[in-house]
């Protein structure tokens, strides 16, 4: 049986340290679950990831059943947002932080896998099941780089990334600032976390 690794077939997955890069990223379906305030006190983001992964894993087992197509299942993502974007660069106001959690759902897992997935699922009670939807995200064109070490240092390259990159290739920003969190934050020591920074871009008028 074959198995998939996104993370190595998918371009959205590489990024390079100090290097922001231009990508067009396609349409993507998500498992998604929104929530608000600072993910280290916020007990709804922890019900959020304890939610989230026993989903995908009954979407990996039974796709692997229905397709012969196995997959690993791949990181958990986040889209972040506030009123005063400055809140993730310059004061870090988690308090001001919203969020919504992902997991990637493949492409050619169809609307019965899912449903076949949550049902499957629902026995064990996921804390936020009631809360999860399945959504197709469209950021097109985004610049994103690769960060390496603890949340709270990203802001250094959120700046460049926000004015320095961004301003001088004729774009603004739009949409939400999108992290992929290529390391287990629960389990990696918060000075070796690989983040994907990503943010969705147009061009300036």
Not at 78 to 89: E, K, S
Request: a negative charge; glycine letters at 6%; charged letters at 30%.
């Amino acid at each position: 049986m074959e198995k998939v690794d996104l993370r190595r077939t998918l371009d959205g997955y590489r990024a390079r340290q100090g290097e922001f890069r231009l990508l067009d990223v396609p349409e993507t379906r998500y498992l998604m679950i929104d929530g608000a305030g600072d993910p280290n006190t916020s007990s709804s983001f922890e019900q959020a990831v304890r939610t989230l992964y026993p989903t995908a894993y009954a979407l990996k087992f039974i796709g692997r059943e229905r397709t012969d197509l196995d997959f690993v299942v791949p990181p958990l993502e986040g889209l972040w947002w506030a009123d005063d974007m400055d809140a993730f660069t310059a004061d870090r106001d988690k308090s001001q932080w919203r969020w919504t959690l992902m997991l990637m759902v493949p492409d050619w897992l169809d609307d019965d896998v899912i449903a076949a997935a949550l049902e499957a699922v629902a026995p064990k009670e996921p804390p936020r099941l009631a809360d999860l939807r399945v959504e197709v995200l469209a950021e097109g064109r985004c610049v994103q780089t690769l960060h390496i070490g603890t949340f709270d240092d990203e802001a250094a390259a959120l700046q460049t990334m926000h004015h320095g990159f961004i301003p001088s290739h004729g774009l603004r920003m739009t949409g939400r600032h999108h992290e992929i969190y290529l390391s287990d934050f629960r389990r990696t020591a918060p000075q070796r976390r690989r983040t994907i920074l990503r943010q969705p871009v147009t061009a300036r008028e």
